[in-house]
T-cell receptor, first 116, second 115 residues
Framework: DTEVTQTPKHLVMGMTNKKSLKCEQH?????MYWYKQKAKKPPELMFV???????INESVPSRFSPECPNSSLLNLHLHALQPEDSALYLC???????????????FGPGTRLTVL | KNQVEQSPQSLIILEGKNCTLQ??????????LRWYKQDTGRGPVSLTI?????NTKSNGRYTATLDADTKQSSLHITASQLSDSASYIC??????????????FGQGTILTVHP
């Protein structure tokens, strides 16, 4: 299995809702990432987990709460979002090796989030 | 500040024609450079990964070049197909730092192939 899967593909939520995005990979990767991508812009890094521990939080608002229950799963819990949070949310995974040459990140298809 | 600049921003070509996309970067110290293809509403898919010592790398109809001295890379697409219509993103990874490598993304070039 050489792919990263994300669910749901599309999500519409109100500003008072609580929802979760899910990401799964079975490539044995021990680093997992959340990115946010607005239309016609490059992805922006939000969080990095390495060996199930949060390693990087790019000053993301607390209404986004990541969780890594095990080495294959990564969740992003959403609460009290704003309309400007509407975007494509991408998950990625990689081997956290010290040699970065082979540290390719594999991206999932993304979840298209719309906040009303 | 690490930056990656791509040109052109958008490009329209006819099916069967060739095209070349450009990427200039100021990421230092350099580790590797990647070209990704991203279809609308989908995640990026890696086309090539190039290290400091590699000048050219091909993947089917895609050929990437790297000039580490001038810090420039190009992606050449041969005999374009309608399915090549997508955003092409240049990504550069700096050496050192964390072992998982923080990516610096270019803004992308939107390629449209017309029949």
């Amino acid at each position: 299995d050489t792919e990263v899967t994300q669910t749901p593909k599309h999500l519409v939520m109100g500003m008072t809702n609580k929802k979760s995005l899910k990401c799964e990979q079975h490539m044995g990767h021990r680093a997992m990432y959340w990115y946010k991508q607005k239309a016609k812009k490059p992805p922006e890094l939000m969080f990095v987990y390495s060996y199930e521990k949060l390693s990087i939080n790019e000053s993301v608002p607390s209404r986004f709460s990541p969780e890594c229950p095990n080495s294959s799963l990564l969740n992003l819990h959403l609460h009290a979002l704003q309309p400007e949070d509407s975007a494509l949310y991408l998950c990625a995974s990689s081997h956290p090796r010290t040699g970065q040459v082979h540290n390719e990140q594999f991206f999932g298809p993304g979840t298209r989030l719309t906040v009303l | 500040k690490n930056q990656v600049e791509q040109s052109p921003q958008s490009l329209i070509i006819l099916e069967g024609k060739n095209c070349t996309l450009q990427c200039n970067y100021t990421v230092s110290p350099f580790s590797n450079l990647r070209w990704y293809k991203q279809d609308t509403g989908r995640g990026p898919v890696s086309l090539t990964i190039m290290t400091f010592s590699e000048n050219t790398k091909s993947n089917g109809r895609y050929t990437a070049t790297l000039d580490a001295d001038t810090k420039q890379s190009s992606l050449h697409i041969t005999a374009s197909q309608l399915s090549d219509s997508a955003s092409y993103i240049c990504v550069v990874i700096a050496a050192g730092g964390t072992s998982y490598g923080k990516l610096t993304f270019g803004q992308g070039t939107i390629l449209t192939v017309h029949p």
